[in-house]
């Protein structure tokens, strides 16, 4: 774990906990309501970092099976979204070192933002100009999503979890096990990438 | 259309534009990366296009679950012994 603040052992409260301790207790309904609470969270989740939705939905099944595993490890001491994401995190990268997959590539900065032929009048083009609403439709979040999962692993995570998902630097950090200095570099090459992957998309 | 940055300031600066656009810069590097900005129309371009790649992440949804795994993972959570 790598957070700034010293450890402590205070427990948090969250719209978690009753039914944590439930599922804790062994009450019958506990664990398969808080699959349900979520299932979607975690399909979004995983339907990001998978390349493929069988891989996606192994993911799901497999978090929630070490959820189950270690729920009676679980402290309070951090929200239980966060130690979810953890064990989804962890149970991800598992599935990857099992797999035969050659190492993802790192991403400079000298190759992103400079794309060839690219105008350099640094007129800020449309779709960083128009309204949203006016950019997005079904084929835009198709072509965002698999720019997302194009990405490196290390750089799609973090991506997902700071922008998609809307978890804070720290505790993307403490997700990660990373620094926070580290979130932040990779968080910033990953979006550059992105944003390089829409210009395209949008350069006609 | 996009903007090219290839000045080395221009360089060191747009690695820090997630820093700007998060509120995490200190605030005489912010002053002077955005008397920068107000120069520099690469810099300003490239800024509003991560901005509104933020944003687009930010409004990305994803397809339902498919009802397949919801039914397999509702008869996991009810064959998994009661107690964790």
């Known amino acids: 774990m790598t957070t700034e603040n010293p450890p402590t052992h205070k427990t948090v409260a969250d719209e978690d906990t009753e039914l944590i301790r439930a599922a804790i207790a062994g009450q019958p309904q506990a664990f398969p309501d808080l699959v349900r609470r979520y299932e979607k969270k975690l399909y979004s989740f995983a339907r990001r970092m998978c390349r493929s939705d069988s891989d996606a939905e192994d993911l799901v099944q497999e978090t929630f099976l070490n959820v189950h595993r270690f729920l009676a490890d679980f402290r309070f001491e951090t929200k239980f979204k966060n130690w979810l994401y953890r064990v989804a995190v962890n149970t991800a990268i598992t599935k990857r070192r099992r797999s035969k997959f050659a190492p993802e590539p790192d991403l400079s900065l000298e190759d992103l933002g400079r794309q060839e032929g690219a105008d350099a009048t640094g007129d800020v083009p449309d779709w960083a100009r128009l309204p949203l609403e006016q950019l997005l439709n079904g084929e835009l979040l198709e072509t965002l999503n698999r720019a997302i999962r194009s990405l490196p692993e290390k750089y799609r995570v973090v991506v997902v979890l700071r922008d998609v998902e809307e978890f804070s630097t720290d505790e993307t950090a403490h997700i990660l096990n990373l620094t926070p200095a580290n979130v932040k570099v990779r968080l910033h090459r990953g979006r550059m990438a992105l944003k390089d992957k829409l210009t395209e998309y949008f350069t006609p | ?84």
């Open chain 2, 1 to 84: 259309m996009t903007c090219t940055c290839d000045d080395a300031r221009c360089r060191a600066l747009c690695e820090r534009l997630s820093d700007y656009v998060d509120g995490e810069m200190a605030a005489p590097e912010r002053h002077e990366f955005e008397v920068h900005l107000s120069e520099c129309p690469g810099c300003s371009c490239c800024l509003q296009e991560l901005r509104r790649t933020i944003a687009l992440c930010r409004h990305t949804a994803c397809p339902p679950v498919p009802a397949g795994l919801s039914a397999r993972l509702e008869a996991l959570a009810r064959s998994l012994p009661k107690s964790v």
